[in-house]
């Protein structure tokens, strides 16, 4: 059996979904890039993407790749690979360039390059050679450079995999096809339609989002009804393994259509009412017991209901209304936000819901509570999408139950969430402090995660604080959360000295990780299992700091932990990087967050071992070392325990002697009392730069942590 190398590739943002789509038709193993998934694996999985996948742009089939330093090169190496192997020299095909990084510019004349080898190889072969054809190309080539490295592939489908073939009118502003299916699967439309809850989109323009969730509901692949396919012109394609994935695939329909919800598409406007209908009729003509369930009609949203049809069940609204300048006015926009909030409150209790909009300030207007909130793009239009859940009695039941000491506390952490947010969408920032014992009797840490999940640390009170006030005290901050994420995406775990061995024990044996986005890096985070969740968001600029520094480095990364720093270093080009520490669990989380973000593990050093028997030992030079070190530590690789303020000098030097000639080492602690020892002054060059660390939300506790850059060592031992 042949394996390929295949990567999916979608717009920035999507690739947990892609990789949760990979995962649901049985593919386990992939690592996942900026923009892309990329997996070994058969034709038949090559396929299968192909035509179950609602969230990708394209299924890209590895040829060959090469290191490139100027244009030839891609000549050069192309002029190699067998290209009669690939297609018949009757076939049309074309070339398409993408430049993601690094110097080249001109993707036109690169595809031509590429185009030119083809048609060589082609002539000294065969004697003829294969036509262009830019459109629809019999066979279409892509040539993708990031950096001074390129890569060749078959584009599988040929064009965008959003383009189903159904819609055939059109509105101003549409919602993409994968776009609205990445908003459906946001929202948790699967679930309730499984459910059996109906859905309604009263703003549905030309019904894409109505379309997308019916074929959802009935387990109809995305491109069931798609013609154009580039692979069915591809030597090795095997047509036998197509027609029996759409045989499967038409018995899962069988199965499932009768049980599609009803479905619901409005809008104001006729001509939309019009193209919605045409496209809904193109979408199901061959389903006709689904088309009696999705009904597009006109109608204002002031006259929103739910429809008869509906039943009891709690529904689904999807909706994307209009946004910006491009549509309207923005002070008539703001009243129909805040109108559709309150209707959607006053006549929807117990559906849930979710909208897309390029302008926060209008999502505000809305006045919905959402627990989800992820930047999504519709084109290449930059959006968000706010998941909600319709619940007033129970908002208003908890909300009467606040103390007058704990809604002091929610409008402290309302005031926070508003301050810190702004910050943070400024800045790109979507995991962040909210609160940091801001009130002295709610003492505790929150960080809000991805606008998903909150991380409750209590601090540990005084012996002489009673218990049962504490314990009242965590539930009310718990009960206040509540209001911005689900009950069940609130984690709460204490936070007192540790001694000794404690300090990264379990609290659980979940293993259960989530994403989380930073910088344009992914890092899979912990809630369940560990005190600390695989990343401290204080360090947020340190490792910023790092990436900007790493280009074309050798870097150390000691006390790794997850290594989260190593990441920033190797996604900014850095030549090498060596993560260092006494966890096999820390280091193979490491691993993992290094093929999160594409990177291939075979490039980078990942050492057990402990740090100061590693500087004691090694003979590599670095250009740049990391050093974030445990306050204390009893590591089972040392014979006594390691403690920060005691022995940092002598790390420090150690370290100085594994640094390369113009080599600098940034340290950081995060012991309060911390006091770096005078006579390394002696040996370095040293600047605190501990405020320049420091992030927004941890302005307010400037002792989060203390971080020194040293440089120019004179002493060398």
């Known amino acids: 059996m042949e394996f390929y190398t295949f990567s999916v590739t979608s717009a920035n943002g999507y690739e947990s979904l892609v990789a949760k789509e990979l995962e649901a038709l049985g593919i386990a193993k992939y690592s996942m890039g900026k923009g892309n998934v990329t997996f070994s694996g058969t034709q038949a999985e090559g396929l299968k993407v192909c035509l179950w996948s609602r969230v990708a742009s394209k299924v890209l089939l590895r040829l060959f790749d090469f290191d490139i330093q100027q244009e030839k090169d891609v000549y050069r190496n192309a002029r190699r690979y067998d290209w009669a192997s690939l297609f018949d020299v009757r076939r049309t095909f074309a070339v398409d360039t993408v430049l993601s990084t690094g110097s080249f510019r001109n993707a036109s004349y690169l595809s031509l390059v590429l185009k030119d080898a083809i048609v060589d190889t082609f002539r000294e072969k065969t004697g003829s050679r294969p036509d262009i054809e830019t459109s629809q190309p019999d066979i279409r080539i892509n040539l993708y450079i990031e950096r001074n490295h390129a890569t060749v592939s078959l584009d599988m489908a040929g064009d965008s995999l959003h383009r189903r073939g159904y819609r055939i009118a059109h509105v101003e502003a549409p919602l993409k096809e994968n776009a609205a299916a990445a908003l459906l699967y946001r929202g948790g439309w699967e679930a309730v339609a499984k459910a059996g809850g109906s859905f309604v989109d009263p703003m549905c323009g030309s019904g894409t989002l109505v379309v997308e969730a019916a074929m959802m509901a009935a387990k109809i692949p995305s491109a069931f009804d798609r013609n154009y396919f580039c692979f069915k012109y591809w030597k090795k394609f095997r047509g036998d393994l197509w027609e029996e994935l759409r045989k499967d695939a038409l018995e899962t329909i069988k199965a499932n259509i009768a049980a599609v919800p009803h479905l619901f598409g409005y809008d104001y406007s006729t001509d939309a009412v019009t193209a919605a209908r045409k496209n809904v009729s193109k979408a199901f003509s061959m389903y006709p017991e ?64 979710i909208f897309i909009t390029g302008d926060e300030e209008l999502a505000r207007k809305t006045g919905l509570k959402a627990y989800k909130v992820n930047k999504i793009y519709n084109g290449p239009i930059e959006c968000i999408s706010a998941a909600f859940s319709i619940n007033t009695a129970y908002r208003e039941e908890h909300t009467h139950e606040l103390s007058e000491s704990a809604q002091m506390f929610a409008n402290r952490l309302a005031k926070n969430i508003k301050q810190f947010g702004k910050l943070a969408r400024r800045q790109n920032v979507t995991s962040y402090r909210i609160y940091d014992a801001d009130l002295p009797d709610y003492s505790a840490a929150i960080d809000f995660y991805e606008g998903k999940w909150m991380y409750l640390q209590e601090y540990a009170a005084p012996a002489f604080i009673d218990p049962a006030k504490t314990k009242r005290r965590v539930r009310e901050m718990a009960q206040v959360l509540e209001q911005y994420v689900p009950k069940e995406n609130i984690f709460i775990r204490r936070r007192e000295k540790q001694k000794g061995a404690n300090q990264y024990t379990k609290s659980g044996e979940s293993e259960h990780l989530e994403i989380m986005q930073e910088n344009g890096l992914k890092f899979y985070v912990n809630f369940y299992d560990y005190l600390d969740t695989g990343i401290f968001l204080d360090h947020r600029p340190v490792r910023k700091m790092i990436g900007d520094m790493s280009e074309g480095k050798k870097m150390l990364n000691l006390f790794a932990y997850t290594c989260t720093a190593s990441v920033y270093a190797a996604a900014k080009g850095a030549e090498s990087t060596t993560s260092v520490d006494t966890s096999s669990t820390y280091l193979d989380w490491g691993k993992k967050n290094f093929q999160l973000n594409g990177l291939d593990i075979k490039n980078y050093s990942f050492i057990k071992e402990d740090c100061i028997k590693f500087l004691q030992s090694t003979r590599e030079k670095y250009d740049l070392i990391f050093i974030d070190p445990p306050t204390f530590s009893n590591s089972k690789s040392r014979d006594d325990i390691f403690d920060v303020q005691r022995d940092h000098r002598i790390l420090l030097i150690l370290a100085s002697g594994c640094l390369a000639k113009g080599g600098s080492i940034i340290f950081s602690t995060n012991f309060r009392k911390f006091q770096l020892d005078e006579s390394l002054s002696q040996q370095f060059e040293i600047k605190d730069i501990t405020q320049e660390s420091i992030s927004f939300d941890f302005e307010r506790n400037s002792r989060i942590h203390r971080c020194f850059f040293l440089s120019a060592p004179l002493l060398k031992m």
């Open 290 to 353: 689904l088309l009696k369930k999705v009904h597009i009609a006109k109608k204002e949203i002031h006259k929103l209901s739910i429809p008869a049809e509906a039943g009891d069940k709690p529904g689904f609204i999807a909706v994307n209304p209009p946004y910006g300048e491009r549509l309207g006015e923005i002070e008539a926009l703001r009243v129909l936000y805040a109108d559709m909030g309150n209707i959607f409150k006053e006549r929807f209790e117990g559906w849930k819901g």
